[in-house]
């Protein structure tokens, strides 16, 4: 009786420790973080790595911010003077002593030049955050589309594999009816080994774009990653003008260029207001050598006859310069690129169109009809085989051709950050 009881708390024992051992395989499965191409653009733009280097880099210029708003942006100096005063005819003599504390004021208003620099700055950095999350997006997107492809190529050549083993199964039946010689069957064994090591060299494209997609959208290394979503077919409808508009306004090169240009320019009235006269101001106490004490307000004035940083001025004015003719040039860029892109997706919407009406339908017939009269012993093997290297490119062209279709709309995304170019 006791053995019975032993033996029954001990399969009990067993069968709990199988159930808690699959459950964390079950909660994993279960817990695939679902993405669509959309999905992985917006979590680039937020949950990417690299935005800390920005959040880190936005603290410290806010603390520039502050150092540009202080009212006194030179230090108070002291002057001393003291020395003895002699009386004409007289033996005695007395000491004079003097002390002023001077605050020097800008007459060019270096404060508010200051603070317009940083504020240029701020709107720079503003600038490099929003062109970054659009890259940073445009990455993540890009590594879904990569992972998609991965997915599409795995399906491919395991429906090839299968292909080669019936083409194995249809060789050994022929040989063993006298019908085929045996390299019929041999080369297709050779086939379907060679099937399978494409399939895996396939599953590992697979596992290193869904190591990229993971680090693009900030998820864990061994988060369980599920795609959802079709890729879009759609055809674009561009107004060349508007879509040049645009660009010219939005591309990143071109909003990285206007914040550059604009913190040149305030640099350079900056170093102008720095190098101009300053107003000196303050308390001066006397002792004369009588035993008077004089107390005055002292006043000095820089006479604007030399401007004493006019290299410094000049530098910043021709670094000014270069930044607007810069900034005219990447809107020259912007617009070829728009125009580029345009005729990019316009290409690859008409390989597809291609690829899916013609090439690929007829492809598939001929390896029917090939396989078919291999069977029946009217068909050669290599005919097959041709029929099956043509259908197995062509698939293969036509799931990179539908990724090429959704990168274009994602490139014009970039281009503009308008939302309706989003697939």
């Known amino acids: 009786m006791l053995t019975a009881v032993r033996w029954t708390l001990t399969l009990c024992l067993l069968l709990s420790t199988a159930a808690l051992s699959a459950a964390p395989e079950r909660t994993r499965k279960s817990s695939a973080v679902r993405l669509s191409l959309t999905e992985a653009l917006r979590r680039g733009q937020r949950a990417a790595p690299e935005l800390r280097l920005l959040e880190a880099r936005r603290r410290q210029e806010a603390e520039l911010g502050r150092v540009a708003s202080a009212w006194l942006q030179q230090p108070p100096h002291l002057e001393l003077s003291a020395g003895p005063r002699l009386f004409p005819g007289s033996q005695g003599a007395g000491l004079d002593v003097s002390a002023s504390l001077l605050q020097d004021f800008s007459l060019r208003g270096a404060r508010g030049s200051r603070r317009a620099w940083a504020a240029a700055r701020r709107r ?9 999350q659009r890259e940073l997006g445009t990455r ?10 991965a997915r599409a190529h795995y399906a491919v050549r395991e429906a090839e594999l299968k292909t080669c083993q019936e083409l194995l199964r249809i060789a050994a039946a022929r040989v063993r009816a006298g019908r085929s010689a045996p390299t019929d069957e041999a080369l297709a064994r050779a086939l379907v080994a060679e099937a399978r090591a494409e399939l895996l060299r396939a599953e590992g494209q697979q596992i290193d774009a ?51 240009a604009a913190v040149h320019r305030q640099a350079a009235h900056l170093a102008h207001a720095e190098s101009g006269p300053w107003l000196s101001f303050g308390p001066s106490v ?21 401007e004493p940083q006019a290299l410094e001025v000049a530098a910043a004015r ?20 728009a125009l580029l892109a345009m005729h990019e997706q316009e290409h690859a919407l008409e ?34 085989l041709e029929a099956r290297r043509v259908l197995l490119e062509l698939e293969l062209r036509r799931a990179t051709a539908l990724m090429n279709v959704n990168e274009s709309w994602i490139h014009l995304w970039w281009l503009t950050g308008d939302a309706r170019y989003l697939p």
């Open 124 to 132: 720079q950095l503003d600038t490099q955050r929003a062109v970054a």
């Open 140 to 149: 993540a997107a890009r590594a879904w589309l990569d992972a998609w492809l």
């Open 210 to 260: 869904d190591a990229a997609l993971r680090y693009a959208t900030g998820l864990a290394p061994d988060a369980p990653l599920a795609l959802h979503g079709r890729l879009a077919r759609r055809e674009g409808s561009f107004e060349e003008q508007r879509l040049l508009a645009q660009a010219e306004r939005a591309h990143p090169k071109v909003q990285l260029a206007d914040g550059s």
């Open 286 to 306: 006397a002792r004369e050598g009588t035993g008077d004490v004089v107390v005055q307000a002292q006043l000095g004035l820089g006479l604007p006859f030399v």
């Open 318 to 337: 021709v670094e000014a310069a270069e930044a607007e003719a810069e900034r005219a040039r990447s809107r020259r860029e912007a617009a070829q690129d």
């Open 351 to 384: 390989a597809l169109d291609g690829l899916e009406r013609e090439a690929l339908p007829a492809a598939q017939e001929a390896l029917r009809i090939a396989t078919r009269q291999f069977e029946l012993g009217s068909g050669e093997l290599s005919a097959t």
